[in-house]
């Protein structure tokens, strides 16, 4: 009787024992399952990824640039980086020389200092025969009386910029500048195909010698 209850005792020990060994092991493996999983947890903020792609002797962002008419120096230099962005997505063939271009809107604005490039964006002078849209006047003159015309108002400077180069490469006025141009002509040379964008009998010389005396030698294009 005494040895069948020490059998039963020893077994009910042993069972004991394994019931403790078999917790120990799955609770090891759920903790090293639990610290595994927690190593991969997918965090709800968002990933900081910064992909930069910067190729050489390239000046244009993603973004358009602001064209800045503190002064002199910042409206050319903000002015050349708007035209570097529009032209990073423009074929080469359809680029304006950027001194023809810039001398054309410091003539036009006083070098950004003017009302239509301050309050209108309008680098270029460009005009609008559209009543309907937005437009501004000399200061002089009736603002609130259309006249079959106005300075064209642009949301942004860069966007007078693009809408230059759209009429130059567009617009049957300027096809003898676009055939010059597809004949790698010098700029002077581009620049007297000018005849029908002013009014203004000196104009064409007058752009001459902004690029000649102000640009050329002055400033990195």
């Known amino acids: 009787m005494l040895a069948s209850q020490i059998y039963e005792f020893r ?7 394994n019931l403790f060994c078999n917790a120990a092991i ?27 792609v910067q190729p050489q002797n390239v000046s244009y962002s993603l973004y358009e640039p602001k064209i800045d008419t503190t002064n002199k120096d910042t409206f050319v230099v903000t002015l050349n980086q ?25 003539l036009e604005t006083g070098w950004g200092s003017s009302r239509f490039a301050n ?3 309008n680098l270029f002078g460009i005009r609008t025969f559209d009543k309907d849209s937005e437009w501004l006047l000399p200061i002089t003159w009736d603002q609130n009386k259309w006249i079959g015309w106005g300075v064209k108002v642009y949301e942004s400077k860069c966007d007078s910029v693009k809408d230059y180069v ?36 000196t104009y064409r010389e007058l752009v001459k010698k902004v690029i000649k005396y102000n640009i050329e030698g002055v400033y990195e294009l």
């Open 11 to 17: 077994n009910a020990i042993m069972k004991a024992i």
């Open 26 to 52: 799955i609770l090891g493996v759920y903790l090293l399952v639990f610290s595994e999983v927690k190593q991969v947890e997918v965090s709800n903020e968002p990933l900081d990824i910064t992909i930069q």
């Open 82 to 106: 708007c035209v570097d962005y529009i032209y990073s997505d423009l074929p080469q063939s359809q680029h304006i020389p950027k001194q023809m271009l810039i001398a054309q809107a410091a």
């Open 119 to 121: 309050e209108g964006n």
């Open 166 to 201: 759209r009429i130059l490469n567009t617009v049957f006025a300027y096809e003898k500048f676009r055939e010059l141009r597809d004949q790698n002509a010098d700029v002077y040379t581009l620049v007297d195909t000018l005849d029908k964008y002013a009014t203004k009998p």
